[in-house]
C-alpha cells in the first residue's frame, strides 16, 4: 500500500441558508486517497461533491473535522500557508476551464509559476514542458478563443500540472466537452495516472467514472456504499 495523500477525518461543512436554514453540504465524512490513486467521485447533483473538492483543494475550508494533505494537517496552517501547499501539491481543474481570455497558453499554464516567483525563463521553459506534455506543444502562442473546449481544458490541465503536484482535483473536467473531446482528456488522464498522478476526479457520466480505479458515492453530504444507499461509511 502506498502513502496516503488525502486524508480527511469527519469531515463537516455547513452553509448558512435563508434565514434560519443551514446547509449541510458535508456531514461528517471519511476519505483515504493514496499515492498513485486514480479515484471518481460520483453522485447526484447537490450531494456535496464539489464542496468537498474545494476544501480537499484548499479553496475552502470545512466547518469542522480534519484535512491532512501529503502528511500536513492543513488545520494548522494560516491563509498564506494553505495557498503555499495548495501551489506546491494541488493541481485543479475545472469544468469551465477557468483560463485568462486575451492570454496565451503558454502564458496561461505559467501562472502558478507566477505567484511562486519562479523567474520568467523558467516559467516559459517549465509550461512549453506541460503543453508538450498534454499534446499541445504546437499551440504555445494560441489564446484560449483560438482553441477548441478539449484544447482548452488541455491547457488548464498543463497549469495544473506544471508544478508537478501531489495531486491532480478535477471537478467534471469533460462536463463541458464533446464526446470526441471527452475521450482525449480521459486517455490523457489514463496516461498521467500510469505515470505515477494521483488523480481525483468528479463526474455524473457513468463511462468516465468506469475510467478510474475506484468509485466513491456521494449522497447527501456523505460517502455511501454505492449509487442511492443512504448508509454512511467509510471509504
Ligand atoms: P455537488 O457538487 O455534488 O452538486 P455542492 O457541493 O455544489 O454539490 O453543493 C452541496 C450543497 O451545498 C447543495 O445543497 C448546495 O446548494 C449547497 N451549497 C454549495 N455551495 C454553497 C454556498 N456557497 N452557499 C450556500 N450553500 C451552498
Ligand atoms: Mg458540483
Known sequence: MTQPVIEVRNLTKVYAGEGDAEVRALDGLDLTVRQGEYVALMGASGSGKSTLMHIIGCLDRPTSGEYWLAGADTQALNEDELARIRGERIGFVFQAF????????????????????????????????????????????????????????????????????????????????????????????????????TIMLVTHEDEVGARAERVIWMRDGRIVPREGVAVGGTA
Do not use: M
Not at 127 to 156: I, Y
Open 98 to 197: 477557468n483560463l485568462l481570455p486575451r492570454t496565451t497558453a503558454l502564458e496561461n499554464a505559467a501562472l502558478p509559476l507566477v505567484y511562486q516567483g519562479v523567474p520568467a525563463a523558467e516559467r516559459a521553459e517549465r509550461a512549453a514542458a506541460a503543453l508538450e506534455r498534454v499534446g499541445l506543444g504546437d499551440r504555445l502562442g494560441h489564446k484560449p478563443n483560438e482553441l477548441s473546449g478539449g484544447q482548452k481544458q488541455r491547457v488548464a490541465i498543463a497549469r495544473a500540472l506544471v508544478q508537478d503536484p501531489a495531486v491532480l482535483l478535477a471537478d467534471e473536467p469533460t462536463g463541458n466537452l464533446d464526446s470526441r473531446s471527452t475521450a482525449d482528456i480521459l486517455n490523457l488522464f489514463d496516461e498521467l495516472h500510469a505515470e505515477g498522478r
